[in-house]
């Protein structure tokens, strides 16, 4: 055990009143950041746990309790937080059926209703009242009435949210801690979705695909030889596996068409009028936006289809 200097936050606040918004502030970029960036989060932020040190950095303690998030199930939940904040029921519901275990029993189209009834209820609150705790929990029992399994670090998630919000109402009653939970939820979003984090995964996804391939024959093999002999049995969740394999090509189709407005609107500003640095520019770019459009309409259609 180490020795941490300072005193506890609701203490600090008491004393240093005129500190407050730079502490929130700080709390929650603190907290976003251990989620999105380190993927690892302290699950039990409360002011027994959080002190301010002598030079005014935030310090935690007690890691006893905390939540682990795998690359997939951050960039789910980045996409969850930005389909609430936008209020897109449909990319939300996608986005929370990729954090949770696969399950074959989930009522697709109930829970898309039930979802878009959260989303409502979050649109017509104003922004300072709004709780991502209380949301976020409103979306687990969404899931739940719907034959969704809850997914365990979400419920870890849910918690820590929910006792963050409740420290910054104890701190600053009144004060508006959402708008920095939005500004920094656009940065980390943005950033998420970079063309340096999409190339990153564009390699990885080639190396997962140069896997896949090397390996596919072999499995084939296997699964008409089980099938020959009438021994296929049972493949669970494979309804489930599927819907997982076209979301991820739809953002690896995505990824691409995004790249390609990238580097094409980078050939065109950069390079001289004419040419075939010219005409290749504007290929990627007019490539790029037909994928777009094509990725929309697939989308419109899918969202149609379950209503």
Do not use: C
């Not at 340096?196 to 995964?201: F, N, T």
């Not at 564009?202 to 089980?226: F, H, S």
């Amino acid at each position: 055990m180490e020795y941490s200097p300072g005193e506890r936050v609701d203490l600090y606040a008491k004393s240093h009143p005129q500190a407050l918004p730079r502490v929130v502030n700080t709390l929650v970029k603190l907290m976003l950041h251990s989620i999105f960036e380190e993927g690892l989060f302290h699950a039990d932020p409360h002011p027994g746990n959080v002190f301010v040190l002598p030079d005014g950095r935030l310090s935690l303690l007690d890691f006893g309790n905390t939540g682990d998030l795998d690359e997939p199930m951050r960039e789910s939940l980045t996409l969850l937080l930005e389909a609430v904040v936008k209020g897109d029921a449909r990319a939300a519901t996608e986005a929370y059926l990729e954090m949770a275990p696969a399950s074959e029993k989930v009522n697709h189209v109930a829970l898309l209703v039930d979802i878009k009834a959260v989303l409502y209820e979050i649109r017509r609150t104003n922004l300072e009242d709004v709780s991502i705790g209380s949301a976020f929990e409103a979306l687990l029992r969404a899931g739940s009435r719907n034959g969704v399994h809850k997914p365990g670090e979400f419920v870890l998630l849910t918690r820590a949210f929910a006792i963050l919000e409740s420290m910054i109402g104890l701190l600053a009653p009144g004060y508006n801690h959402m708008e920095s939970f939005r500004e920094e939820i656009s940065r980390l979003t943005a950033q998420h979705f970079s063309p340096e984090r999409i190339k990153d995964k564009t390699t990885k996804l080639a190396r997962e695909m140069e896997r896949l391939v090397t390996e596919a024959p072999g499995d084939t093999r296997r699964v008409l030889r089980r099938f020959a002999e009438g021994n296929l049995g049972r493949l669970p969740g494979l309804e489930a596996v599927g819907r997982r394999f076209n979301r991820n090509l739809e953002r690896l189709t995505g990824a691409i068409a995004f790249a390609a407005l990238v580097i094409g609107g980078s050939m065109l500003l950069m390079t001289p009028m004419g040419g075939w640095h010219d005409t290749l520019g504007n290929t990627l770019i007019i490539s790029g936006f037909v994928g777009i459009v094509i990725i929309y309409l697939r989308a419109l259609r899918r969202d149609l289809d379950q209503r």
